[in-house]
């Protein structure tokens, strides 16, 4: 038996990452997402749905209000980049609340939560993952890019537009850095230079102010400096 998702937030970056996670768990389904509560709330009038990945802050119908307008609430697992909200959801019985950016040590404890809620299954979510995670982004008007995440190097800002540079090709990405880099693993990925985020375990050697991947040096930014290299010393063996 697998158990049915739905994903409610006007953040499609943040839907992309959930939607990522769930790729990598067998017993877990995507039905549907949203980027509004008011689809949602239409599509759960005609649709059972076992758990809802819910954001807080939306247009027209904020999550607070989607969830007391529910007679039969599915489970709730909160998604927002507010903690402020999480006395008032507990209040209204969310199964779990998860501060963006959600790293996936952190959701997988919410399925966990999830499978001992529903009591499908003795078997943890995090035996069923799958071997790499990737994210699909938009390359241009119609097409989507899979691109894995372990291929990644450099993401390099471009003002409103993001140079995604991996092993295997360059992608420009419509998406700020901070929005980007904050959906991505921290334990995988730092913030270099306002204009750089790196893939830690690509970095060959660093050198003063500067790291190099690649055969390629890449400033760190003052600001980052002691971030960067505390970084490194707590990946080292």
């Known amino acids: 038996m697998s158990i049915s998702c739905l994903i409610i937030d006007d953040e499609p970056l943040a839907i992309n990452i959930i939607k990522n996670y769930l790729e990598h768990i067998d017993n877990f389904e995507m039905l549907n997402s949203f980027n509004n509560a008011i689809d949602g709330l239409n599509f759960l009038k005609n649709n059972t749905v076992d758990v809802v990945f819910l954001d807080i802050n939306m247009p027209v119908l904020d999550g607070i209000n989607f969830i007391k307008s529910l007679e039969k609430p599915p489970l709730l697992i909160i998604t927002t980049a507010y903690d402020e909200f999480a006395i008032e959801t507990y209040e209204l019985d969310v199964l779990d609340y998860l501060v963006k950016p959600v790293e996936f040590p952190r959701f997988m404890k919410a399925l966990n939560k999830v499978e001992k809620r529903l009591d499908i299954s003795n078997k943890t979510p995090l035996e069923s993952i799958k071997e790499r995670l990737f994210v699909f982004v938009k390359i241009d008007k119609k097409k989507m890019k899979k691109i894995f995440l372990d291929e990644i190097l450099v993401i390099e800002s471009l003002k409103d537009y993001l140079k995604i540079n991996t092993l295997t090709g360059r992608y420009i990405v419509h998406s700020t850095?901070?929005?980007?880099?904050?959906?991505?693993?921290?334990?995988?990925?730092?913030?270099?230079?306002?204009?750089y985020t790196v893939a830690v375990d690509k970095i060959d050697a660093v050198e003063g102010n500067s790291v190099e991947i690649e055969g390629l040096r890449y400033v760190i930014g003052r600001s980052y400096l002691e971030d960067v290299k505390q970084k490194i010393l707590n990946s080292s063996i």
């Open 177 to 195: 850095l901070t929005d980007f880099t904050n959906l991505l693993p921290s334990r995988d990925f730092i913030r270099i230079h306002r204009s």
